[in-house]
């Protein structure tokens, strides 16, 4: 087990500054047993891969900086750094950035999503 985890500094710099990049820091494969972990950065106008979606699990983002704007239920919310975002398992929702700066987030998947599953679920 690998109790210090750090993001990929070299893969972050190879993404470049408008391309999303994301990392496990914490999943099945790294030994996770009840969540897991994602280190996320969204270049402005970036969001969300899955557009509109839901998950079998909760989903909790916490936001290290800029302003993520998401839309739960059909509400909009600006969050910035420092705030916590909770998506309920089932529940429609979406993310994306619309400032003028990258936004970086670490999610937060519990209980542990099932590998052999479809992660997100689009919803029209």
């Not at 893969?11 to 972990?37: N, V």
């Not at 239920?73 to 916590?84: I, M, V």
């Amino acid at each position: 087990m690998e109790y210090v985890r750090k993001v990929d500094e070299a893969a972050l710099a190879a993404a470049g500054p408008d391309e999303r990049f994301s990392q496990w820091l914490f999943d099945h494969t790294s030994g996770a047993k009840h969540c897991s972990i994602n280190w996320i950065r969204t270049p402005a106008g970036g969001g969300s891969p899955a557009g509109r979606h839901t998950h079998v699990v909760d989903q909790i983002f916490y936001i290290l900086s800029g302003t993520m704007s998401v839309e739960i239920e059909g509400k909009q919310y600006d969050a910035g750094p420092g705030s916590l975002v909770v998506f309920p398992a089932g529940v429609p929702h979406r993310n994306w950035n619309s400032g003028s700066g990258p936004t970086v987030h670490l999610a937060i998947n519990a209980p542990l999503p099932d590998p052999e599953e479809p992660f997100a679920r689009p919803v029209a």
